[in-house]
């Protein structure tokens, strides 16, 4: 841990004792930042592991990662395959996870909603997906919340924006609550937010792994590799298909981000601007106080007051009533808790222009404008749950302008490819397989 401070402050004398030039104030003037605000003194606490470290990516003992189950996930979250339980014959075969989370949109899914069973088409990123005109709007698979990003998902306890999901930390004594929503009947399993959501997440967006997945596909050797010391009859099974995803998604660290590689030691990775955004986010703009760690989130909830997604005017099968306008208080059902909103990473946010739960904001400058006026934008939120750290912060123009260069470049990894396979085991195109998609993608 200390390892990396040291680094840090080694690459800087080093560099401001030969070239004076780079004797850059701002540097000093984050680093003592972020040293005051970390729980232990260091750099570290803010850096992300790598994603090939293991050992240090946050995991729980029941999924501890490997790299056969990683490899496994990498194929089931984008395989079209998998989509075997669709409303309509038209639709089987033709949606993944990833029609969701869609990677070059930074895992979001590049337009105001999600719709993945009953959609059709895909554009360069998402932004072109549309409803099939053969699905009445009560058979799509839509939600009334935009789906979070899956960035620093490891970080995360208790998935979802209301944090349904998980046995542990924010849900631990919330038992009496498990199953009242049937899908929170899975809590009961015992397992982290991530390893319980992704069971449920297979049903909800009707994928199955049954013997058509395993034997013409080809998937079952790799959860043979996968799960080789699990009983064959628990093997294939929604847990380990859930155990796969959700450890390949732990590994989604955007460590290539100039924010990230400046925290290890390279000076330059963040320009001028950028570091006088990130100083801003660390000190008069106080974002750090709800976006931590390494990851910048944490797994506490907080109204803003921000407009639902039925108030976009834009968005299918969703309403007033919907249990998703409410956030934390839709799980446990306490008024205190309404409208309060799990707090998200904020890495690639500019690779998804669609921002809060509701998809209220088209920028990241409307986004910072929005938390220095601190004018609630949603009446249906109480005004007495309103953070009271959501208050006027009196930024100047310019300083919008540094910090919106921060959150857009400063914490933008432009190599996210990475995390995605050249191909999947059918062989289909990816993240949809629908027609219009396929051109929209150049596919086959
Ligand atoms: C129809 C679109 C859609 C599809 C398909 C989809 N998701 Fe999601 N996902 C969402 C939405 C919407 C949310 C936020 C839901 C909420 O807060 O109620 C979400 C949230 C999540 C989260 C929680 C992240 C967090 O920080 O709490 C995880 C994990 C996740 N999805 C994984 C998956 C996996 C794995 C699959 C495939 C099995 C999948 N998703 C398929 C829309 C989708
Ligand atoms: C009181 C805690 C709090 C503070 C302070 C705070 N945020 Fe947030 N932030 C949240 C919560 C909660 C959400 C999700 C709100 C919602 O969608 O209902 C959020 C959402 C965001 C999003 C959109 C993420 C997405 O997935 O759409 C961005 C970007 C963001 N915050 C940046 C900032 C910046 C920049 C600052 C400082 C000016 C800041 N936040 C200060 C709690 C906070």
């Not at 540097?27 to 003194?41: C, E, F, T, V, Y």
């Not at 010391?229 to 981000?257: M, N, Q």
């Not at 108030?311 to 008024?335: E, V």
Request: contains cysteine.
């Amino acid at each position: 841990m200390k390892k990396v401070t040291l680094l840090v402050f080694v690459a800087l004398t080093a560099v401001m004792c030969t070239v004076d030039q780079l004797d850059n104030p701002l540097d000093n003037q984050l680093i003592a930042l972020l040293q005051r605000i970390s729980p232990d003194g260091t750099l570290s606490h803010f850096v992300l592991p790598n994603s090939t470290d293991l050992e240090a990516i946050p995991q729980g003992p029941q999924n501890a990662l490997s790299p056969a189950k990683i490899k496994l996930g990498k194929m089931l979250f984008y395989e079209t395959g998998l989509a075997r339980k669709a409303r309509q014959a038209s639709g089987i075969g033709t949606f993944s996870c990833s029609t969701c989370h869609v990677p070059a949109s930074g895992f979001m899914p590049g337009r105001v909603q999600g719709i993945a069973d009953g959609g059709q088409g895909f554009g360069q990123k998402g932004e072109s997906r549309g409803k099939l005109s053969a699905y009445a709007e009560t058979e799509i698979d839509v939600q009334g919340a935009r789906p979070l990003s899956l960035l620093n998902v490891a970080y995360v306890t208790n998935t979802t924006w209301s944090g349904k999901f998980g046995a542990f930390h924010k849900n631990a004594g919330t038992e009496n609550l498990w199953g009242k929503d049937p899908t929170t009947a899975v809590n009961k399993l015992g397992l982290d937010g991530l390893e319980a959501q992704n069971i449920e997440g297979l049903r909800i967006h009707r994928f199955v792994v049954d013997k058509y997945v395993l034997d013409t596909l080809g998937y079952r050797s790799m959860f043979d590799e996968a799960f080789g010391d699990w009983d064959v009859a628990e093997r294939y099974s929604e847990l380990a298909t859930s155990f796969a995803i959700s450890a390949y998604l732990r590994t989604l660290l955007p460590t290539e981000a100039p924010y990230q590689r400046w925290l290890r030691g390279d000076e330059l990775a963040l320009n001028e601007q950028e570091k006088r955004g990130a100083i801003l986010f660390y000190s008069k703009a106080g974002c750090y106080r709800c976006h931590q760690g390494a990851a910048l989130s944490s797994n506490e909830f907080y109204a803003l007051g921000v407009g639902d997604l039925y108030q976009t005017g834009q968005a299918f099968a969703t309403g007033p009533n919907d249990i998703r306008n409410r956030g934390r208080g839709g799980y446990t059902l306490k008024y205190e808790d309404m409208c309060k909103f799990k707090v998200p990473q904020i890495y690639n946010m500019a690779d998804s222009p669609f921002y809060f739960h509701g998809s209220s904001k088209r920028s990241l400058r409307e986004v910072v404008e929005y938390f220095n006026n601190a004018v609630p934008e949603n009446p249906n939120a109480p005004e007495e749950n309103i953070s009271p750290l959501f208050h006027p912060l009196n930024l100047t123009p310019g300083e919008i302008t540094d910090l919106t260069a921060f959150l857009s470049n400063g914490l933008r990894d432009p190599n996210l490819r990475r995390y995605v396979p050249e191909r999947v085991l059918s062989g289909n195109c990816f993240p949809n397989n629908d027609p219009l998609a396929k051109k929209d993608m150049g596919c086959n």
